[in-house]
């Protein structure tokens, strides 16, 4: 079976800092990943998603990740924050490349500090 | 863009009492859609995968008939919970996507249900 965990239940960044988000996968196939963000009240939108085409993926609003199998990890970054970042970030994993039958981490919201 | 729209977005009932969320693709056709369900400070987890005009498919350890998937046509599922109690208390979010090759999952907005 495949899971993913997520680091951190909570991040608070300054405006401007660095965002960082944990995830490390499980799974006995080569995975397919993606973060996913949900802003208050809206429903779940893709950031990026990973397919093995590439392991440093870029994804909207200037957030990208890197696969690192080694580390079994799929953190996501973005260089420097800002406050319409403030969102709750779902990491997943799907058994194929199309986003089917997703798995989610327990997610992480970030605040944003002015 | 591609939306899908999620009612109620918010419910309480009282125990025992049956609740129905809808879920509407707004312009595309659903082919397929997905029902998940989000305890606090927990994952969310796939309860099933309905296909238009078929029955759903559900995941291990969800109860079928507690949880009541209806997909009758291509731009709306159902999900009844019936009998409700307070632990079915949960957010629940479903998404869709259309029949094409490579076409984008699209999520609603989700339903807080509180059962009393």
């Known amino acids: 079976a495949q899971s993913v965990t997520q680091l951190g239940s909570h991040v608070s960044v300054s405006e401007g800092a660095l965002v960082l988000l944990r995830c490390n996968y499980s799974s006995s196939v080569p995975p397919y990943l993606f973060w996913y963000v949900q802003y208050p009240n809206q429903g779940l939108q893709l950031l990026l998603k990973?397919?093995?085409?590439?392991?440093l993926v870029k994804g909207i609003n200037g957030f990208e990740a890197e696969f690192k199998k080694s580390e079994t990890s799929f953190h996501l970054t973005k260089p420097s924050a800002h406050m319409s970042d403030a969102a709750e970030y779902f990491c997943a994993v799907s058994d194929g490349p199309l986003d089917y039958k997703l798995s989610f981490g327990a997610g992480t919201t970030v605040t944003v500090r002015a | 863009g591609a939306v899908v729209s999620q009612h109620p977005s918010r419910v309480i009932c009282k125990s025992g009492t049956s609740v129905k969320i809808e879920c509407r693709s707004l312009d595309f056709q659903a082919t397929t859609m997905f029902w998940y369900r989000q305890f606090p400070k927990q994952s969310l987890m796939l309860m099933a995968t309905?296909?238009?005009?078929?029955?759903?498919?559900?995941e291990q350890g969800v109860e079928k008939d507690k949880f009541l998937i209806n997909h009758a046509s291509l731009t709306l599922s159902t999900l009844t919970v019936t009998s409700a109690h307070p632990e079915d208390s949960s957010f629940y979010i479903c998404?869709?996507?259309?029949?094409?090759?490579?076409?984008?999952?699209?999520f609603g907005n989700g339903t807080r249900l509180t059962v009393t």
């Open positions: 998404s869709a996507r259309a029949g094409e090759v490579n076409s984008p999952l699209h």
């Open positions: 309905s296909n238009e005009g078929s029955k759903a498919t559900y």
């Open positions: 990973y397919t093995s085409a590439a392991t």
